[in-house]
């Protein structure tokens, strides 16, 4: 195994998430991807002053020591934390999903989902009850992998059913919260997302050159409702987002198509001319959640207030950045 990169935060990175400077760390002789840094700090691959940090999103003080272990294996979390479980019953399991989490396996193999953590925990639950039972934990709905936010799991044959009957008929309530650039007017977005839209990317048909008649039999009718709720500095806009439908990617889609990508995008930011605002990954979180339960038949709500590295970037959006001591106009 080869030796570890290892580096100081500089003076000029002060207040840099560990994303930023495994990024910095890593890119030579080839810089490396956003993607790639944060898996690396995910995976625990990262150490900050000697102790192994899966935050990504840390800020961290200059002088402080980074040290990358590329080649070292995957450290996979494999349960679910305690906290993280935001409702629990027979039925269903409403949890809150961190920053870097796959929601479900998309690779045969794939370890270490969110879906494997929820039932691990639960699996733990159930031993220390002494009613170990056969689990079904079966995802419902499905986040990013960069997306934070809350998402429930049924743990039922019924449940499930149950939950599936109301995400096709639209019924169930997702309200995101985004940080997105420009200044975003409230609209109700639709359209027919396609798994490429002519530059290998998913997005809406009828948006590219040569895009005419009719929509393919694969493109799926897309609903997303956007509302600005606060202009911040920068030129950038904190905005509700509600979903009648749930197509992948499908909020990171019909924003940037509006020309207005969330912060922190580094895939559907194509084309977008005006200044990026830098942040460690999509700002996008999933604060609301709502259905009606598949025993009882009534309607429960659930929210989760944004993790430490959304509020951190809206804070400084909100303010601005801060001059150095001694400095005046």
């Not at 944060?38 to 020591?65: F, H, P, Q, W, Y």
């Not at 996979?76 to 396996?105: C, F, M, N, Q, W």
Request: charged content about 30%; glycine content about 10%.
């Amino acid at each position: 195994m080869s030796a570890p990169i290892e580096v100081e935060v500089r003076a000029d990175e002060d207040q840099s998430t560990l994303a930023a400077v495994v990024r910095r760390a890593c890119s030579e002789p080839n810089v490396i991807s956003w993607n790639r840094a944060r898996e690396l700090v995910s995976t625990g691959r990262v150490e900050l002053d000697g102790e192994v940090i899966t935050d990504g999103a840390l800020r961290l003080n200059a002088g402080a020591k980074v040290a990358v272990h590329p080649e070292r294996p995957k450290k996979t979390g494999g349960v679910l934390a305690a906290e993280d479980i935001v409702h629990l019953d027979a039925d269903v399991v409403v949890v809150r999903k961190r920053s870097g989490v796959i929601t479900v396996p998309f690779h045969e193999g794939e370890r270490d989902t969110l879906v494997d953590q929820v039932r691990a925990r639960l699996m733990r639950m159930e031993k220390h009850q002494g009613k170990p039972r056969d689990l079904v934990v079966g995802a419902v709905q499905r986040l990013d992998k960069d997306t934070t936010g809350i998402l429930v799991f049924a743990r039922t044959v019924s449940a499930k059913r149950h939950l599936d009957d109301q995400l096709r008929e639209h019924t169930v309530f997702r309200r995101y919260l985004g940080i997105a650039h420009g200044a975003v007017r409230e609209a109700r977005i639709e359209s027919s997302i396609v798994q490429d839209r002519g530059d290998g990317l998913r997005g809406s048909w009828g948006t590219r050159h040569g895009q005419e008649g009719p929509a393919p039999e694969d493109a799926k009718i897309s609903v997303t409702h956007v509302k600005p709720l606060e202009a911040l500095m920068g030129g950038a806009t904190l905005v509700e987002c509600r979903l009648e439908t749930g197509r992948q990617h499908q909020i990171r889609i019909h924003l940037s198509e509006r020309g207005h990508p969330l912060v922190g995008e580094s895939v559907y930011i194509r084309g977008f001319k005006g200044s990026r605002i830098e942040a460690p990954r999509p700002m996008l979180h999933a604060t609301e959640l709502g259905f009606v339960h598949p025993r009882t038949g009534r309607e429960v709500r659930f929210a989760d207030p944004p993790p430490k590295d959304f509020s951190k970037c809206l804070d400084n959006l909100r303010t601005g950045p801060k001059r150095p001591p001694g400095k005046r106009r």
